[in-house]
């Protein structure tokens, strides 16, 4: 807990200070140091400030001072040891050994000495939180998953890392808490991730900043660690991807530039696991003040900037018991000259406020005139010019070996006559082998599930039970799993072309197509991510630097075809059109995307007119993707799927068949289902009349429905109302059970081949539907596919209308949440209704152009 959380009476033991090293230092040097006993005397009447007694001293600290300050109170050291007695570990005390007049009782339990409070202490103290910062596509998401082994994706690409994940490790007695935060290449307020991160540091006060930087690229990276230098954290840097430094030919005295710094510097492959160990030992060195490269600089800003600062900041410090304690008052004043609203915020509560900013407003002027260039281009400037001066002391640049071969791929993908044949080549390479290779590993998966159904009937007596198990679960279940290989393909082929770099050249290729929609190129990394996944796709929209290309990305993302809709349309392709199914396939991707370029247009004209952000993204060199990397990825996103499968997706699966079961109808010899009048066919006949002008009977409508929860329920859903579904030529009525029966008799069918449903007759009677297959072909014939096609229920438009549909329609749930969180649930709203209202006139417009040519 913080030392303010205190109240009046109450004891604890400090385990740590927080906060930036000048007021760090200085709240130590009054006593607050680990271990030391601190009591609270009383309360001001406004709460502020708070007395204590430390060291035999009374000290009085403001509130906002004695946040920064972690604590272990005696509450809390007793709840740890009676704990500990639970297990056996200890008798407990609660004071430190000898102190007071209670004795302590060291005996222990077992002949286990008691663990003191300065044991607990000790082991509180020895949790390191680190907060790892760096740029993007500096393996700073790599190096995460090196140090805590978790399993977030790596991409090159601006972005991929667009919210904090956290890690943990168990190193050498100490636990390190790692946080991954997004990319950034500074700490401006002018994107969400340079807020995010500049919030995660001020708010969290980690205990050390690992900062990620890219050896081989080392001036424009190191501007991020001026910036960090700037608020002086304790910080190590992380010279990642070394290897590529030393293959180029380069030499990094990293050492002196390190103390040149006042940081130290530690090289690493990330990728390959080295080094990580020797990272961990220099956190340690630097939590624990051990390391001596560690002092604080001042970056020069030139004599100009400097003057302007020293009036700013001279102000501010001698008013620093105003201030916010997370940063230096230098880090605040340089903040405010160069207009950050988000350090203006923070500051704006302070009594001298309108002071700081009649003394900013001025000398800004003053430095404007003085240099003839705006302040934040200066800060700028310097901040190189210091790099540069630095890196020319103890870096020798090598051949660049690695920017000669991206130059020469370059030469080929980003070409203005062979960039876009190479994307589109790739793309449908992509989708071809999503179909055709993974159409075999499907087959094997679908005669599994088959088999199991089999099993499933075999072994349980005919109910209920078991049409639920076989039909429910392993009907509505195993209908989208047998999907899985095309989902590891699609994931395979986009983690690739992420990993690679490819994905930022596709963004810089699409730049001028983009513009013409009113958008810019690194709007088309999120639309492309949308092909696996609508959600993080979204999401990855924070790295678009204005608000009105952001929001219309988020909107039209939904219109790319996620892979949860690629197993509806790998069924149905399949099935109504087996011979062009990778172009109808392709012909759907196309479409979703002609209608995100109209709505991207209609809201550039009539919401957003103007969009004055420029297009800027970093073009990373190429590198080979481990496989490593480029699999775990592949198999995160499988994960999530196969979680469907046993979550969402399962429950859903049983709740259609729950409603298309009941109730059963009696006849003569036992209680059948009637889908027709079931729950679930009552439900698909009142909104029948809505998809009826689609060519849609009801059990497609109750599908559409299903699948606003997830879309692969959509084929469990389908899965389940065609289970009985028998595909061959069936005679209906006595005529149709005469010639079953003759046929059995004559030996020409067997038994087993013969399949009788009950279904809606005119004007409410009931007619029987008989349906015979030769036996050796029962097998091949029980394909959810198969029963699709025999049923008659759709015509190849309504294929091609009920696909439109499902391209078009209200997103997922997961997918409007997302909406709702990066853009409002206003917009979270305009979308499910602009969605499906596009999706019904697209797919209506679809079935009459295609009934046309039927």
């Not at 001072?65 to 008798?91: F, K, N, P």
């Not at 008052?329 to 988000?342: F, I, S, T, V, W």
């Not at 049409?467 to 999907?483: E, N, P, T, Y």
């Not at 499968?645 to 289902?673: H, K």
Request: charged fraction near 20%; proline fraction near 4%; hydrophobic fraction near 45%.
């Amino acid at each position: 807990m913080r030392l303010s959380e205190l109240k009046t009476g109450e004891s604890a033991t400090i385990v740590k200070v927080t906060g930036h090293g000048g007021f760090r230092r200085r709240i130590m040097e009054m006593g607050f140091v680990r271990g030391q006993r601190v009591e609270v005397i009383l309360n001001a009447p406004l709460k502020d400030p708070i007395e204590y007694k430390i060291m035999g001293y009374d000290i009085s600290l403001r509130r906002s001072e004695a946040d920064m300050v972690v604590v272990l109170s005696d509450a809390e050291a007793g709840e740890y040891l009676a704990a500990q007695r639970g297990r056996g570990e200890a008798s407990g005390c609660v004071r430190k050994c000898g102190e007071g007049t209670t004795p302590c009782d060291c005996s222990g339990r077992g002949g286990k000495p008691c663990a003191t409070v300065d044991e607990v202490v000790a082991r509180s103290s020895r949790t390191i939180s680190v907060a790892l910062v760096g740029n993007p596509n500096s393996g700073k998401t790599s190096l995460f998953n090196a140090v805590s082994g978790g399993h977030e994706h790596v991409g090159n690409y601006g972005g991929v890392t667009v919210g904090a994940k956290i890690g943990y490790r168990n190193y050498r007695g100490y636990r390190f808490e790692v946080t991954d935060l997004p990319g950034t290449y500074a700490l401006t307020a002018y994107t969400p991730e340079e807020r995010y991160v500049r919030s995660h540091i001020a708010e969290k006060t980690p205990d050390v900043v690992i900062n990620t930087v890219v050896a081989s690229n080392l001036e424009r990276n190191l501007y991020l660690t001026t910036e960090l230098i700037d608020i002086n954290p304790r910080m190590v840097v992380a010279l990642n991807m070394y290897d590529e430094l030393e293959r180029s030919g380069a030499k990094l005295d990293y050492d002196s530039l390190g103390r040149m710094l006042g940081v130290p510097m530690v090289p690493v492959e990330a990728r390959n696991n080295r080094g990580i160990e020797a990272l961990l030992d220099t956190v340690i060195d630097v939590f624990e003040n051990r390391d001596d490269r560690v002092r604080h600089i001042h970056i020069n800003m030139g004599p100009v900037i400097e003057e302007g600062l020293r009036r700013l900041n001279g102000d501010m410090s001698d008013h620093r018991e105003e201030l916010p304690k997370a940063f230096p008052p230098r880090y605040y004043a340089m903040k405010l000259l160069e207009g950050d609203r988000q350090a203006e915020e923070m500051l704006h509560g302070c009594a001298r406020y309108g002071e700081w900013i009649e003394i900013r407003d001025r000398e800004t002027r003053h430095i404007a005139e003085a240099l003839g260039e705006d302040i934040e281009t200066a800060f700028a400037d310097q901040k190189y010019g210091f790099i540069q001066g630095a890196l020319r002391e103890t870096y020798i640049p090598g051949q660049r070996e690695q920017a000669k071969a991206t130059a020469l791929i370059d030469a080929f993908v980003t070409h203005k006559l062979w960039g876009f044949p190479i994307f589109f080549a790739l793309m449908w390479l992509m989708f071809w082998c999503t179909f055709s290779l993974g159409a075999y590993p499907q087959d094997w998966l679908d005669a599994l599930v088959g088999w199991i159904g089999d099993g499933v009937n075999s072994l349980l007596p005919e109910g209920p039970l078991r049409d639920m198990l076989s039909d429910g679960v392993i009907g509505g279940v195993g209908a989208v799993i047998v999907f899985l290989p095309q989902i590891m393909i699609l994931y395979l082929f986009i983690s690739f072309l992420e990993d690679s770099g490819y994905l930022a050249r596709a963004a810089f290729i699409m730049d001028r197509v983009m513009h013409r929609i009113g958008l810019h190129g690194k709007s088309f990394i999120p639309m492309i991510m949308g092909f696996g996944c609508n959600v993080p796709a979204i999401m990855a929209c924070r790295t678009i630097e204005s608000r009105s290309s952001r929001l219309i990305t988020i909107l039209i993302t939904p219109f790319m075809s996620c892979s949860a809709r690629l197993p509806i349309y790998i069924l149905l392709t399949g099935t109504f059109f087996s011979a062009h199914a990778g172009l109808v396939m392709t012909g759907l991707y196309v479409l979703g995307i002609l209608v995100a370029v109209v709505t991207a247009r209609l809201m550039r004209r009539f919401f957003y007119p103007e969009d004055e952000t420029p297009f800027v993204m970093e073009l990373p060199p190429y590198r080979m993707p481990t496989w490593k990397t480029t699999l775990l990825h592949m198999w995160d996103k499988c994960a999530q799927y196969l979680r469907k499968m046993g979550g969402m997706i399962l429950i859903a699966s049983i709740v259609v068949w729950f409603l298309s079961y009941y109730p059963r109808e009696r006849t003569d010899d036992a209680a059948v289902t009637n889908y027709e009048n079931s729950y679930l066919g009552r439900i698909g006949q009142a909104c029948e009349p809505v998809f009826t002008p689609l060519g849609l009977n009801w059990k497609a409508g109750v599908a559409l429905i299903s699948g606003i929860s997830a879309k692969e329920i959509v084929v469990s859903t389908l899965g389940v109302l065609y289970a009985e579904e028998t595909p061959a030529a069936a005679g209906d009525g006595p005529e149709g059970t005469a010639d079953a029966t003759r046929r059995i008799a004559s030996g020409e069918v067997s038994q087993t081949a013969v399949h009788k449903t009950i279904i809606g007759g005119a004007d409410g009677e009931t007619a029987i539907r008989v349906a015979y297959v030769p036996e050796e072909e029962a097998d091949e014939e029980r394909t959810l596919g198969r029963k699709l096609l025999a049923s008659g229920d759709f015509s190849e438009a309504a294929v091609l209308g009920f696909l439109t549909f499902i391209l078009l329609y209200i997103p997922c749930i997961a997918t409007v949440v997302a909406i709702g969180s990066e853009a409002g649930w206003r917009w979270a709203a305009a979308s499910v209704i602009y969605d499906t209202a596009v999706a019904w006139l697209m797919a209506w417009a679809v079935y009459h152009i295609a009934s046309l040519f039927a």
